[in-house]
């Protein structure tokens, strides 16, 4: 019973990585910490904690933009970066 629910939870905390990851600081502090703390007690809380003020303090985000230009043949073309 006590494998399924740490299972369970260990799930959890996976899907809710990409929220996580694009929350502010103060939220990804609050994530880490309650996720460390259902696995792992106290010490658990902590690193969680330090780990989701990092994942979530900085903007990790990538955009892709679109570049264009003309070849020699005078011919539009675009790629995305």
């Known amino acids: 019973m006590r494998s399924i629910l740490k299972a369970s939870i260990l799930v959890l905390t996976l ?43 900085p903007n990790i985000v990538r955009h892709r933009h679109r570049h264009c230009w003309t070849n020699g043949s005078g011919n539009r073309r675009c790629a995305w970066r």
């Open 15 to 57: 899907t809710a990585m990409p929220f996580a990851a694009q929350a502010g600081t103060l939220e990804g502090v609050a994530i880490g910490a309650g996720s460390g703390a259902l696995i792992a007690g106290p010490p658990g809380a902590v690193v969680g904690g330090v780990i989701g003020g990092v994942v979530g303090g």
